[in-house]
């Protein structure tokens, strides 16, 4: 049995502030008409981001582990309850078919006597 897990993270916000108006490759720290201040607070910016975004994905992670140990533990525990009645299923089908034995035994011995006494009797006519 296979099953598929799909998560969909859309419209996301952050609270770290604007986005830098550069990328992470266009850095270029020789050329003096780039802000370097620009540059440091841009990458703090990013930096900061990313460190939000991995905290995140912990916290999801945590959370599908949570979740998935949960399942586990449910089906293990369904498991044992449908085990569980099969056994005392089980218990008392194997008490009735005793019962049925026990009837069985006596019903024959009881054929067992009647027989016997039919023959006493048919002596006694003799």
Same mark, same amino acid.
């Given at each position: ?5 799909k998560? =969909?993270? &859309?419209?996301?916000?952050?609270n770290?502030?604007? +986005?830098p108006?550069f990328? *992470?490759?266009?850095?270029? *720290?020789?050329?003096?008409? $780039?802000?370097?201040?620009?540059? @440091? &607070?841009?990458?703090?910016?990013? @930096?900061?981001k990313?460190?939000?975004?991995? &905290?995140? @994905?912990?916290?999801?992670?945590t959370?599908i582990?949570?979740?998935? $140990?949960?399942? #586990?533990? =449910?089906?293990?525990? *369904? ?5 569980? =009645? ?13 019962a049925?034995?026990?009837?069985? #035994?006596?019903?024959?011995? &009881? @054929?067992?006597? +009647?027989?016997?006494? +039919?023959? $006493?009797?048919?002596? =006694?006519?003799?």
């Open positions: 049995m296979g099953y598929q897990s998560l =969909l993270v &859309s419209n996301i916000t952050d770290i502030g604007p +986005a108006d990328d *992470i490759l266009d850095v270029d *720290i020789t050329d003096p008409a $780039n802000d370097l201040d620009n540059y @440091l &607070s841009g990458v703090d910016a990013m @930096l900061q990313v460190i939000a975004g991995a &905290s995140t @994905l912990g916290a999801v992670k959370r582990d949570m979740q998935t $140990n949960f399942a #586990q533990t =449910l089906m293990d525990t *369904i498991d044992k309850g449908v085990g569980r =009645l099969v056994d005392a299923d089980m218990d008392e089908v194997s008490t009735r078919l005793n049925l034995q026990t009837q069985q #035994q006596l019903a024959i011995q &009881s @054929l067992q006597i +009647a027989n016997g006494n +039919a023959e $006493n009797i048919m002596q =006694l006519f003799r």
